[in-house]
């Protein structure tokens, strides 16, 4: 169930551990609102930025006291941290050099004006802000650049005002001078909690949830390391260390009604099954190749185990004597494999009868007959589809790069789905799947985007919210 730590090879606690539970609001079809609290280096409030969804377009309005007359540089940074930190534009320690650089969600690396597209500039570059004789500022626009949702989401980023006008041309942040003003944009009215991982390079991928032991586990993309969560307590222990037999990398995961883990094994090519104590009990291999990725699994009521691979056309199966082998060769039906990755999460339906499978690269939606193993199309329009997760006829699909999660109806017989909500959470981080938790889901933010190339929000967390 992930997209990007291929391209070598191809193109917690809750609050703190032990802390009080938040009050936890259900998602609203209304349009996104979010506000930010703007303060000065001091802590204190003084302006509000509001920002709101209608459409494609975002409209935002800014007020706030206390600066010099004339123009002033505003830009969305990447963190939701108005601490200080190392400014990129001087490598000094400054005022809310937490927020990082300016949000650049189609890594353009270069500094722009607010009407260029995003190939060319950063997404956060907004227009200036007028302060008046008076030391107020106010600033009203609607920007198609940047939204509260999907790939240029702002959640739980920050808006950043400096102290001069901005060029609209010097990187890395035209030449806009000090940081005067920090506030992080937070969705209203709307509330999650988090479990947070205590490794800076831990990029979670996987995810499931055993509710005899009441503990998440999480897997890393980066070295094999599973973590289980106590989902009350927020505690997080080691189930099982990276770099086991058969297990440098942990992807989709599965707990079996023997309380067993099963993990994909990603570029390895195999599927590792641990007991409930963390051993590993047995490390099953499909053939030697180099381009294997076993990427997610889904364990039928009869106890058999199905597999995805994002780059070979095959489904594997694994029967109740963990046997391995091919079951369906995807080349001789409707799925057409392609570059990138291909067949990504998989399901299987209550009463056994088929398999649900995205296909990350079409966003197309399938439905497999596990009696004649006739393959049909459900739907498309999902791109980026990673994990999924089925609840009656209700499907939660994963979109990672998309940066939401997408709620599809699906028909008696699941041959056909309807979109019907897309959650964005308080700003997804390149989600990858989903668990079940009581009347909640739990979602890992992985963030494999950053694995190769950038810096990752830390420390990585699960977010856990109510079902939508």
Known sequence: ????????????????????????????????????????????????????????????????????????????????????????ATNTVVPFGGAGGHFDPAMSRNHDDPQAPNRYGHGGDLPMLMVGADGVGRASFTTEKVSLTGMTGILNRSLVIHANPDDYKSDPSGMSGPRQRCGVITRNNFTV???????????????????????????????????????DTGAVSKFSEGGAVGRQSALGMKVDAQGRLWVAGGAQGTVSVLSPDGMTLKVLETPKSPVAFVNDL????????????STRPVIYQIDRMMNLKAWLDLSTT????????????????????????????????????????DVRKIMGGLTHGDGLLLEGRTLYVVRNGMQVISKVSLSADYISGTLVAEEPLMGLRFPTTLARVGNNLVVPQSQLDKLQDGTPETPFRLTRFPRF
Not at 351 to 362: E, F, I, K, P
């Open 298 to 309: 889904t364990i039928t009521p009869d106890g058999t185990v199905y597999v995805t691979d």
């Open 193 to 231: 909690r988090d479990y947070f991982l205590p490794g800076p390079q831990d990029f979670p991928e996987g995810i499931a949830y055993n509710a005899r032991k009441g503990v998440i586990y999480t897997g890393s993309a980066q070295d094999g390391t599973i973590y289980a969560v106590n989902t």
């Open 1 to 88: 169930m992930k997209q990007l730590l291929m391209l070598g090879t191809l193109a917690l606690g809750f609050a703190a551990a032990g802390g009080s539970q938040a009050p936890m609001t259900m998602p609203s079809s209304s349009p996104l609102t979010a506000t930010a609290a703007l303060r000065d280096p001091a802590g204190q409030s003084l302006g509000t930025a509001t920002f709101r969804q209608v459409g494609p377009g975002m409209q935002v309005t800014v007020e706030v006291r206390g600066l010099t007359p004339g123009r002033h540089g505003m830009h969305i940074h990447e963190y939701g941290r108005c601490t200080p930190g190392i400014d990129p």
């Open 334 to 373: 409707p799925i057409k494999y392609g570059p990138g990755i291909n067949l990504n999460g998989i399901t299987a339906t209550p009463d056994g009868r088929y398999l649900l499978t995205v296909q990350l690269n079409t966003g197309d939606l399938w439905r497999i007959d596990l009696r004649t193993r």
